[in-house]
């Protein structure tokens, strides 16, 4: 996180806190006063100085994370009531009553089941073979964080799910701590893995905020187009970044287990220590690895516990209800909210009061404070304002086609940069790209599913992505590591939009 990158501290009545945390809060009131007192600027009438204030105050706030989400966006909502800004403390928190949000909620719940009964611990236990080289090895993890981007929506569980599991491999091949293999290894968790959560509508917070941003700005996207517009560009990012990782690393094709000859005690063996056997085999059935921490291949199957079968089915049911709902126009909230019902009846009992409160409930008001604050920029011609200024300002004019997308993504990308999570930055970025699109006529269908991809592809900073500040935390890599691979993978991101707008779209959309 930002706010505890800093070395220095700073006190507040007394209390100590991270001096970055600490300007967040002065700069955030600064910029509130100075809106609420200074005359209007430029040709800004009064209400719409008030609402970039109130917007700019929960900005900074959000981006320092100086307060939890959850408390700086409920301030903003009080402050459009309290400045007069909206009629009715209703409209205030108008955002909350998105269907976006109780979507996000439900599908934060389903991921929260699935890595609660342990689902992907019981395919990340069968990875290896003797025959597996630390080359194979990696692409082989690879497709288990590609395959399991299908059922499991949280990119950070897929990461929790297999750090244990990659040091498991590092001690059997007998390879060093901060080796090529590793290194490859935590940059397919950290940077590769987020990408596959952008193939389905379901796949993660930023295709759910997308696809509801879509659908309420441009036209209704169904679950089964969304697939067919986004799954096999991401196929090509997520294995274009993932070959980029090998090539990288140069990671070895010539060792094997066989020739290792491995007991599952090489090289200093703290991982199984550290991690915890308990992280790999609580999989309710067989051990998930053997003493080689190499997986069971001898064909006896997995036994599910009685909580996996139940969420294996459940989630089933949902994905075939999404495919069919595609085609009759059933809500995709409906199977999201019947599976969570299912899950929490007594009896099942495996969404819970504590899998309840483990929700990322910060983001849920950011997103829902977000939108009500974009209904007031909206409501009182602030968001035609800076748009238009803007284009005053930039030449887009003046700009062939290819450099005005250009110029938004990188202003996507930009503010990316800045936040914690890809789901914030969306929220806060595609409004406002989306209306550039409406005012320079571009299509607002491909800029959107090419901000996704912009965002989702690109990680600057350690705190920019979770899954990338855990491979950075609990693995080999540095800071210069994480730039140069979040570079890559930038780069990987703006090919496969250019591919996808110029060739694939069009035949599909």
């Known amino acids: 996180m930002p706010a505890s990158k800093g070395g220095s501290r700073a006190s507040i009545a007394g209390l100590s806190l991270p001096s970055f945390a600490v300007a ?3 700069v955030s009131i600064a910029v509130l006063v100075g ?3 200074a005359p209007p600027l430029g040709g800004l009438e009064r209400e719409m100085q008030l609402v970039l204030a109130v917007f700019l105050f929960a900005l900074v706030l959000w981006l320092t994370e100086a307060v939890p989400y959850v408390v700086s966006s409920t301030a903003a909502s009080v402050l459009l009531f309290a400045l007069d800004l909206v009629p009715t403390f209703g409209d205030a928190v108008s955002g909350f009553a998105s269907t976006l949000v109780f979507f996000l909620l439900l599908l934060l719940l389903l991921g929260g089941a699935i890595s609660e009964v342990g689902l992907g611990k019981v395919v990340a236990g069968r990875m290896l073979s003797t025959r597996s080289t630390p080359r194979t090895s990696v692409r082989s993890l690879a497709a288990h964080m590609f395959g399991l981007s299908l059922l499991m929506p949280s990119a950070v569980a897929r990461t929790v799910t297999f750090i244990p599991v990659v040091n498991r491999m590092t001690d059997a091949y007998g390879l060093p701590d901060d080796g090529t293999f590793r290194k490859a290894c935590f940059i397919v968790l950290g940077h ?4 596959g959560s952008m193939m389905l509508m379901t796949g993660g917070g930023m295709a759910i905020i997308t696809s509801q941003l879509i659908n309420e700005s441009v036209r209704t996207v169904t679950w089964v187009q969304w697939a067919v517009y986004m799954i096999p560009p991401m196929i090509l990012l997520f294995w274009l970044s993932t070959v980029s990782a090998l090539v990288v690393y140069g990671v070895d094709d010539d060792l094997t287990l066989e020739s290792n000859g491995s007991d599952g005690d090489a090289g200093n063996g703290e991982h199984a220590e550290r991690d915890g056997d308990d992280a790999l085999n609580a999989t309710g059935g067989d051990d998930a690895l053997d003493a080689n921490g190499i997986g069971d291949r001898s064909g006896g199957g997995v036994t599910l516990t009685r909580d996996q079968r139940i969420v294996s089915v459940v989630m089933l049911g949902a994905v075939v209800a999404w495919i069919a709902g595609s085609f009759v126009g059933l809500p995709t909230i409906v199977p999201a909210a019947a599976a969570v019902a299912v899950l929490s009846v007594p009896g099942v009992g ?6 309840i409160a483990d929700v990322s409930w910060g983001i849920l008001f950011l997103i829902g404070a977000m939108f009500s604050i974009l209904d007031a920029m909206e409501t009182t011609g602030t968001l035609d304002y800076v748009v238009e200024t803007l284009i005053e300002v930039v030449p887009f004019a003046a700009m062939a086609p290819w450099l005005v997308i250009g110029t938004l993504l990188a202003l996507a990308v930009f503010i990316r940069s800045w936040f914690s999570t890809a789901s914030a930055a969306i929220v806060v970025a595609l409004p406002i790209i989306m209306e550039f699109a409406t005012v320079l006529g571009l299509n607002r ?3 959107a599913l090419s901000v996704l991809i912009a965002v989702g592809s690109t990680t600057f900073f350690p705190f920019n992505t979770t899954s990338v500040l855990l491979s950075y935390d609990k693995g080999p890599l540095g800071l210069r590591e ?8 930038m780069v990987h991101g703006v090919v496969v939009i250019a591919l996808s707008w110029l060739f694939y779209w069009p035949l599909v959309v």
């Open 24 to 26: 967040g809060i002065w």
């Open 445 to 447: 269908l491909y800029l």
């Open 192 to 195: 590769i893995n987020p990408i």
């Open 35 to 37: 809106g609420a007192l």
């Open 482 to 489: 994480v730039l140069v691979f979040g570079l890559v993978t």
């Open 350 to 355: 495996i969404v819970d009061r504590d899998l």
